[in-house]
């Protein structure tokens, strides 16, 4: 009895350390966040008063988080399938025997991901500004255009969605490369044995096997894609027009620059529920599979 | 023994003066280490009650490193803001009101409507930022205009940019700002509707006028100068205009020196913003500018009005005019300054201040100011007839009135 709750100690004096910080930094402000937005707390102002659901009601009435809204949802379903299958691809291309030099393909599709988001997105501002080299490209065919690709409210989420989709599949590339990798050799053999083909061995053996891969790497990226920010605060700043504003930037002009701490609070906790639904959604899917 | 009793004596000294130290913090934009660390140094020679310390802050991360500090109770005793900011800051009573202090100093110095708010002071006005023309003498000689008398008025600007745009396929008649917070309004805009008379608030500041008639005038006009603009973000217009691509555009005393260091065979000068007849308005310009605050969180207000005062003074201030080239001191006849005799467009900035007008003092600035970057790219961006757009962010305006 007595090694047991000296046992207990122990374990209780090592997770000490953890629990300790977690509820410094995780649970004190995500309770903290939940009460003031439920406030109008300014975040400059110590004073704030209850205004009960009055953040919540007003969200889906202001029209520049509806847009928010709209943007995250069009970069999630816009960026998704095409990082996921271009990653696949490459993943397949890499890992197969034709293929040479494998280290160097992963190091330099893998490269983007080890690099800061602020340092892609300065590049790739020189690539799409007024007279970079997108323009540039476009002149040599006779294409003129006098508007930086990020500085027209038709173009700049799409612009910034390509990039996107660039700077993530290095990394998805390396994950779905791992599951390949897992994948034993004597399946491809006796399917070619028995005369499949390149791509029935694609669609029969790898894919379902790489499936659980496949649902980590979408559900991962969903929820990436839902807090976007970097590339927006650094390109764009939510605009032209709010053609790029997304709910994280929202949240954050909300409350860093309009000082409406309470109705930020408000907007990342409708983000959390839109996140948690998905996510809830995705397991279901993943536990229907296994 | 008596060395021991010495040592401790001294030790203790050490210690009580230490203590006896006041700390007064600085968080600002403008000095970098070099200079801060020659500040410091300066100040502590001359208050050794003082111990002064200078945090530099960056633009991008700044603003929120600021706010984050008040909201936790932990802000400096002394504050850089931007002068747009002030309202809002002043509004949410986060800086001390200064008018006993500014009595003291007020003759010395200019720019204190950057400070004023609801009739009271704020801060003090510490450099100036006032925007000017910039334009490129050899395209306005390829186009068969006259280097040495840029435009004067919108009509000239609107024919030169033209001429210009008609060189070639790569080559604009003026770059517009698009695409970022703050610059397409700041760098002609606003100026150019104050310059036609013209305000998008009452006097008072309780009605919104952003659809009056000199401010549809100047939307109309700035819609037909788009047919040769170059549109992009403001680096990216000085980045084309260093690559001799662009006639004109407007901004701050920032880029001469990146300029002249990035592309020495552009030649280019600067002029005043022009104005929008000859015999109507004036060459209003967009006052921006630096001011320091005293946080309302501060114990320490004697000491920090002490560093308020070193900084203001013309040996830092000018100090940073030479190191930076980006903003000028407040200081009274600082145009006499040698300096600017050696720095001729610098000097035009500097003129050209006598027409800056600052954002209106509204504690919504910042939400005002985002509107405003709207109301510039709709009508730049898109077709939209002028008078709708005016008219919808009229009433956006003034439910923040």
Same mark, same amino acid.
């Given at each position: 009895m007595k090694t047991k709750s000296k046992y207990n100690l122990t374990t209780l004096a090592f997770l000490l350390p953890w629990i300790i910080t977690f509820i410094i930094f995780s649970a004190y402000p995500i309770i903290y966040s939940i009460a003031i937005s439920f406030t109008d707390y300014s975040g400059l102002n110590p004073a704030m008063n209850f205004v009960g659901l009055k953040n919540y009601t007003a969200l889906f009435k202001d029209e520049i988080f509806l847009k928010a809204m709209k943007n995250t949802l069009i970069f999630v379903v816009g960026t998704i399938p095409f990082t996921t299958i271009i990653s696949i691809l490459l993943a397949v291309l890499i890992n197969s025997k034709m293929v040479k030099f494998k280290g160097l393909f992963k190091a330099g599709f893998f490269l983007p991901s080890v690099m800061s988001m602020v340092v892609i997105s300065t590049i790739w501002r020189y690539i799409y500004s007024a007279d970079g080299l997108l323009n540039h490209m476009l002149r040599m065919f006779g294409i003129e255009k006098s508007t930086g690709w990020l500085a027209s409210p038709n173009t700049a989420l799409l612009a910034i969605m390509i990039m996107d989709v660039w700077a993530a599949i290095g990394y998805y590339t390396i994950i779905f490369l791992s599951g390949l990798q897992s994948i034993p050799e004597e399946l491809y053999e006796s399917a070619a044995i028995d005369g499949a083909s390149s791509s029935d061995a694609f669609f029969k053996i790898t894919l379902p096997l790489i499936k659980p891969t496949l649902f980590f790497v979408i559900a991962i990226n969903t929820i990436r894609s839902f807090q976007i920010f970097a590339e927006i605060f650094t390109m764009t700043g939510g605009g032209p027009l709010n053609s790029t504003q997304t709910i994280v930037h929202y949240l954050y002009i909300t409350g860093f620059r309009q000082f409406k701490m309470g109705y930020a609070s408000a907007m990342a906790y409708i983000l959390v529920i839109i996140v948690l639904i998905i996510t809830l959604i995705q397991q279901r899917a993943l536990r229907s599979e296994y | 023994?008596?060395?021991? &009793?010495?040592?401790?004596?001294?030790?203790?000294?050490?210690?009580?003066?230490?203590? @006896?130290?006041?700390?007064?913090?600085?968080?600002?934009?403008?000095?970098?280490?070099?200079?801060?660390?020659?500040?410091?140094?300066?100040?502590?020679?001359?208050?050794?009650?003082?111990?002064?310390?200078?945090?530099?802050?960056?633009?991008?991360?700044?603003? /929120?490193?600021?706010? +984050?500090? $008040?909201?936790?109770? +932990?802000?400096?005793?002394?504050?850089?803001?931007?002068?747009?900011?002030?309202?809002?800051? &002043?509004?949410? @009573?986060?800086?001390?009101?200064? /008018?006993?202090?500014?009595?003291?100093?007020? /003759?010395?110095?200019?720019?204190?409507?950057?400070?004023?708010?609801?009739?009271?002071?704020?801060?003090?006005?510490?450099?100036?930022?006032?925007?000017?023309?910039? #334009?490129?003498?050899?395209?306005?000689?390829?186009?068969? =205009?006259?280097?040495?008398?840029?435009?004067? +008025?919108?009509?000239?600007?609107?024919? &030169?940019?033209?001429?210009?745009?008609? %060189?070639?396929?790569?080559? #604009?008649?003026? *770059?517009?700002?698009?695409?970022?917070? #703050?610059?397409?309004?700041?760098?002609?805009?606003?100026?150019?509707?104050?310059?036609?008379?013209?305000?998008? !608030?009452?006097?008072?500041?309780?009605?919104?006028?952003?659809?009056?008639?000199?401010? $549809?005038?100047?939307?109309?006009? #700035?819609?037909?100068?788009?047919?040769?603009?170059?549109? *992009?973000?403001?680096?990216?217009?000085?980045?084309?205009?260093?690559? @001799?691509? =662009?006639?004109?555009?407007?901004?701050?005393?920032?880029?001469?020196?990146?300029?002249?260091?990035?592309?020495?065979?552009?030649?280019?000068?600067?002029?005043? $913003?022009?104005?929008?007849?000859?015999?109507?308005?004036?060459? &209003?310009?967009?006052? *921006? *500018?630096?001011? %320091?605050?005293?946080?309302?969180?501060?114990?320490? !207000?004697?000491?920090?009005?002490?560093?308020?005062?070193?900084?203001?003074?013309?040996?830092?201030?000018?100090?940073?005019?030479?190191?930076?080239?980006? !903003?000028?001191?407040?200081?009274?006849?600082?145009?006499?300054?040698?300096?600017?005799?050696?720095h001729p467009l610098h000097k035009t900035f500097l003129e050209q201040n006598k027409y800056a007008v600052p954002f209106p003092p509204l504690a919504e600035a910042n939400k005002i100011e985002q509107i405003f970057t709207n109301v510039v790219e709709e009508i730049l961006l898109t077709n939209t007839p002028i008078e709708n757009i005016l008219q919808k962010y009229n009433e956006q305006i003034q439910a923040l009135l």
């Open positions: - | 023994m008596r060395k021991k &009793a010495l040592l401790v004596f001294m030790l203790v000294g050490l210690t009580l003066l230490s203590f @006896g130290k006041t700390k007064i913090s600085v968080w600002q934009f403008m000095m970098d280490d070099n200079l801060s660390q020659q500040v410091k140094e300066n100040f502590e020679k001359a208050n050794p009650d003082i111990e002064l310390e200078i945090v530099q802050l960056s633009w991008a991360t700044g603003f /929120d490193r600021i706010v +984050t500090s $008040i909201a936790a109770g +932990t802000a400096p005793d002394v504050i850089e803001l931007g002068n747009t900011w002030l309202a809002t800051f &002043a509004s949410q @009573g986060v800086l001390r009101p200064v /008018d006993d202090l500014v009595d003291k100093v007020k /003759d010395n110095y200019v720019a204190w409507n950057f400070v004023e708010y609801q009739d009271r002071y704020w801060g003090f006005p510490w450099l100036l930022a006032p925007r000017c023309m910039y #334009y490129n003498l050899e395209l306005l000689e390829k186009a068969g =205009l006259d280097p040495d008398n840029p435009p004067k +008025t919108w009509m000239e600007l609107l024919n &030169a940019a033209a001429k210009i745009h008609a %060189l070639g396929p790569d080559i #604009y008649g003026a *770059g517009l700002c698009v695409g970022e917070l #703050y610059s397409p309004y700041q760098q002609w805009f606003l100026p150019a509707v104050w310059g036609n008379f013209g305000h998008f !608030v009452s006097p008072d500041l309780k009605k919104a006028t952003l659809n009056s008639d000199p401010v $549809i005038e100047t939307a109309y006009y #700035y819609r037909s100068l788009k047919d040769y603009a170059l549109l *992009g973000k403001e680096s990216e217009l000085a980045e084309a205009f260093g690559k @001799g691509k =662009l006639g004109f555009f407007f901004a701050g005393p920032a880029y001469i020196n990146n300029i002249q260091r990035d592309y020495p065979e552009t030649i280019f000068d600067v002029a005043f $913003i022009p104005k929008p007849r000859e015999n109507y308005g004036y060459h &209003a310009s967009f006052a *921006g *500018g630096e001011v %320091l605050g005293i946080s309302s969180q501060t114990k320490h !207000v004697d000491e920090a009005w002490r560093v308020i005062e070193y900084l203001l003074g013309e040996e830092v201030a000018m100090q940073i005019t030479r190191t930076t080239g980006e !903003v000028f001191p407040t200081k009274v006849g600082i145009e006499n300054d040698p300096w600017f005799e050696s």
